[in-house]
């Protein structure tokens, strides 16, 4: 293998079979389902418009998340994945282009804003091995959680681990790396 620091590494195999078996191994079998339904579905009703749109998209997401406690406004265009980790209050809304990842456990409040193309975060990869390729080290996850009547504005990053406390706004193009306070 490749050396780092002048010692030798063992790579683990990198065909796709093996990164398929890797990656399925780290999930459940309900996980492993919800993630293809959540991928053929969400695909099919992600960009429905209007009344139709939101209507099919809450009956997926009330299917998939661990907890959906009432109606949602889920937009067109709007990304979650590994929806079994969701636990949602009601009356969420989440914006076109908004990236969720439930991965590490997401817990969203009641009455809460999501802007445009902002990325709620509960995973992220390891990397605290430089003799192993980053694709090859897993996934550290952190749940977040974000409290009630919150407002995350467009493009912000929110990254594993982080709380947000509620009645909190959190304004456009911020990354959140620790715990706020309203």
Known sequence: GARVSGRPTISPPTS?????????????????LTVWLEQWLGGLVRSIPSFLGFGLRFALYR???????GFCFIYPGAYLTHTYGIRAGRNLHVNGGAFFDGRGGL?????????PNAVLLSSQHHWSDPA????LQGHRLAAT??????????NVVVTPGVTIASGTVIGAGSVVTTDTAP
């Open 16 to 32: 796709v079979p093996a990164q398929v078996r890797r990656f399925l191994g780290t999930l459940s079998v309900r996980q492993a």
């Open 63 to 69: 299917l998939l998340f661990a907890r959906l406690d």
């Open 107 to 115: 817990t969203i409040g009641t009455n809460v804003l999501v802007g």
């Open 132 to 135: 192993l390729p980053i694709v």
């Open 145 to 154: 959680t974000i409290g009630d009547d919150v407002w995350i504005g467009a």
